[in-house]
């Protein structure tokens, strides 16, 4: 049975880097046809894709977030990494890492989420 956990600091500074990881366990983040995505909820909006990495390594970002996103993996320990820079307390909310079979509805659909994590921005 596949289980996400999300990982990282819950408070972080206007202007720095928040960085969370994802631990995977039950499948392998290189399970052909897999897609891996971030997503956050901030408070009192619903749920907004932010980007995902597939099982071959390749990236796709949210327009809005693009050029303050970037999202890597680490195939040996099955993880994958969201770095989002300058952040603003419009980043506050939670953090879900997700998995999505298929590559063509990983913007929209996670049937399987981690229980995700609280990030606050906050000087």
């Known amino acids: 049975q596949m289980q996400l956990q999300e990982s990282g600091p819950g408070l972080v500074k206007p202007s720095q880097t928040l960085s969370l990881t994802c631990t995977v366990s039950g499948l392998p983040i290189t399970k052909i046809d897999y897609a891996w995505s971030w997503i956050r909820q901030s408070p009192g909006k619903g749920l907004e894709w932010m980007g995902a990495i597939t099982y071959f390594g390749a990236t796709f970002y949210s327009p809005s977030l693009t050029s303050r996103i970037s999202i890597s993996r680490d195939t040996t320990t099955n993880q994958f990494i969201l770095a989002l820079s300058s952040v603003t307390p419009e980043d506050t909310g939670v953090y879900f890492c997700?998995?999505?079979?298929?590559?063509?509805?990983?913007?929209?659909?996670?049937?399987?989420r981690g229980q995700g994590t609280q990030v606050t921005v906050s000087s």
């Open positions: 997700a998995a999505t079979p298929g590559m063509t509805t990983f913007r929209r659909s996670w049937p399987n």
